[in-house]
């Protein structure tokens, strides 16, 4: 049983950047997709919005056209830690956030598709 535990976010300014960072308590989280969704105020868990996920190679990568360019997901699997850069932060990218694991390959945009959760960090954007 893979567990994940996020951290990083906090309050900022329209135009702030932050790093937020997923941990895995298994080494076996590098042969997993690692995807970061987010949860926005008001919006219940089946509506969890894709950000970017990123494949157990360290390379290949897929991002929402909302965080695209913006955000920026990268892995180090010798740390069994993954990251998600936010730059230029909007006060709609207010949200949970949350790193999200699975084994799979298909539907990887698809919050179902995904086994393994952490209980996510809260990222507050003020215009």
Do not use: H, M
């Not at 329209?14 to 941990?23: H, I, K, N, P």
């Not at 919005?49 to 955000?71: C, P, Q």
């Not at 730059?87 to 539907?107: F, M, Q, R, S």
């Amino acid at each position: 049983q893979v567990q994940l535990r996020e951290s990083g976010g906090r309050q900022v300014q329209s135009g702030d950047s932050l790093r937020l960072t997923c941990v895995a308590s298994e080494r076996t989280f590098s042969t997993f997709t690692v995807a970061w969704f987010r949860q926005a105020p008001g919006k219940e868990r089946e509506e969890r919005e894709f950000v970017g996920l990123i494949k157990w190679n360290e390379v290949e990568t897929l991002y929402s056209e909302s965080v695209k360019g913006r955000f920026t997901i990268s892995r180090d699997n010798a740390k069994a830690t993954a990251y998600l850069q936010t730059n230029g932060l909007k006060p709609e990218d207010t949200a949970v956030y949350y790193c999200a694991a699975t084994i799979g390959a298909l539907a990887l945009t698809s919050p179902k598709s995904y086994t393994y959760w952490g209980r996510g960090t809260q990222v507050t954007v003020s215009s």
